[in-house]
Every structure is written in C-alpha cells, then in structure tokens.
C-alpha cells in the first residue's frame, strides 16, 4: 500500500473493500471513486450508500487503513476534529488533496509459505499472493467479532495465522506451555500459552493465555480471555468472557439468556453472551 500511495503520489491513500450495500448500510464508511480511484467523495455510515457503477449491489466501504503524506496529515489535523471517518476524511473529500482508493482486493499480496500434503509427506511452496491476501472482516459489532473468531478454529480457515513471512507483531508473556492432565482435552481450538485444562473439555474455541478449565467443566463455541478462571462443572456456550473473570463452580452461561443478563452478561443480537471484564459469576 505504501508503495502504490508513493507510485501516486498521493497526499491520501486510503485501503477500500467493495462489500454488499446492505451490509455497509448504517455500520460502514463508504467512498466514491473516478475510473483512476481517484476519491470524489466519502460518507460516514450513511443508511443509504451508494454502489459501484460497475458493481450493482456492492459499495466500496472504507477499511479505516490510510497513508498520508506529512504535510496532508498536518494540514488535516489542524482544526479541532479528531474522529478520521467522521470528520477528518469528510473534511479532506472537499478540500484540494490528492486521495486515492488502494483497492485492496485487486492490489494486494501477500508473499509466503503454502503447505501441501500429498502421499502423507508436506512440502512447503513459495506462493506471490495467498489466499488471504484480500482477507478482511468487519468486528464492529459482537455477533462480527464472534464469527471472525470461529472462523479461525475451522480446519483450513481462509486467515492463515501460521505464515512464516508475516509474523505477527505483538506482547508474547512469559508463560510455560499449556497442557491437558487428569483427562482434561481440547478439540478443534485454539490455545494460547500458560492455559491448564484440568480434567474439563474445550471444543471449537479459542483460550487466550493463562485459562484454568477445571475438572467436568465444558466449553463450546467460546472465546475466553486472558486469566480467566472456570472452576469445576461449569458450562459456558456461544460466549466471550472478558479478562480476569471467574466463572464459580456449577455456574451455566449461555443456555438461559435472562439468567445471564441479571448476572451482568450483554447478550448479542444473535444470543452470544458477553462475561464483563473481571465479573464474577456464580451458579442461580
């Protein structure tokens, strides 16, 4: 992107996605274009937006991803606005920038490692563009966020996160490997660092570091975060618990929606539960 936003040369360049009008509608913002992406216009999650010429049923919706020249950006910057996609890139669409649309399907690639398996034996294959190369979700909302979770539990998710040339640059804590003892497993998940899964069963979810599952507990479809507690004979389904939450001995979430919203739990528009940072839930 840096290298087309120079190729421009560009005082803007903003990544875009063509998505479908009604899923933009109200949650995205969503850019016009000229034949050479040059932007001639921008709104901010309109009701309404406008589709592609070319794309009946699409828009082109804005990835929240931008280069800038310095002096655009300092230019930008100078009234009292803070919001981009509110007021910044509106304010820009009207003065005289030179803002092009990186079309992030078409001009992007990533070059990695691929793994093929054949007769039992695996073979790594330099590829210039993999299948993620155009991967992108929306997780402005929970029921989002959820769902681009589950899709990295899936066998062969379209999200590589195993690339070797694009390693993920984040805090790695200092903790010892995770494990299963006394019977306890995991199926079709993703587990972090520092996690004991202590005679209860995990399936197709995904333990940030330092989860206790205790003995007979059982998590499906869930997200759990950093040093959550489950103690024994819990049952958590289709929920996200926050940090440093602990879940009591016995307690159910996720099977009983008006149960969980009077212990504090946000409940989604498609029922995932939400367990609030460092809650304590106790069985009803």
């Not at 990533?110 to 793994?115: A, S």
């Not at 004979?233 to 099977?255: P, W």
């Not at 212990?263 to 069985?283: D, F, H, L, M, Q």
Request: overall charge negative; aromatic content about 8%; charged content about 30%.
């Amino acid at each position: 992107m840096v290298a087309y936003h120079n190729m421009k040369r560009a005082d803007l360049t903003i990544a875009a996605i063509k998505v479908r009008r009604d899923e933009a509608a109200g949650r995205l913002g969503v850019l016009e274009a000229d034949p050479a992406l040059r932007m001639v216009g921008f709104e901010e999650k309109p009701m309404q937006p406008k589709e592609i010429l070319d794309y009946p049923g699409y828009v082109l919706a804005s990835m929240g991803i931008y280069v800038f020249k310095l002096g655009a950006l300092i230019e930008a910057l100078r009234g009292r606005e803070e919001d981009f996609g509110k007021d910044i890139i509106p304010g820009i669409a009207g003065r005289d920038f030179d803002v092009f649309i990186y079309d992030y399907e078409k001009e992007n690639k990533i070059q990695d490692f691929t793994v093929e398996v054949q007769g039992g034996k695996r073979s790594k294959i330099l590829v210039d563009q993999t299948r993620d190369s155009s991967y992108w979700r929306d997780v402005g909302t929970i029921d989002l966020y959820f769902e681009a979770s589950m899709d990295l539990v899936s066998v062969d998710p379209i999200f590589n996160l195993y690339g070797e040339k694009w390693p993920f640059r984040t805090l790695q804590r200092q903790l010892p490997p995770s494990k299963c003892i006394i019977g306890g497993s995991t199926q079709e998940s993703i587990v972090s660092d520092g996690c004991i899964i202590s005679g209860g069963l995990v399936r197709r979810s995904i333990l940030s570091p330092n989860i206790i599952v205790e003995r007979d507990a059982l998590v499906e479809e869930s997200v759990i975060f950093d040093d959550v507690v489950i103690e024994p004979n819990v049952r958590l389904r289709r929920t996200i618990v926050d940090k440093g939450a602990l879940i009591e001995s016995g307690a159910s979430v996720g099977y009983d929606s008006d149960a969980d919203t009077r212990r504090g739990c946000t409940i989604s528009e498609t029922g995932i539960v939400v367990v609030p940072k460092a809650a304590v839930i106790k069985p009803i």
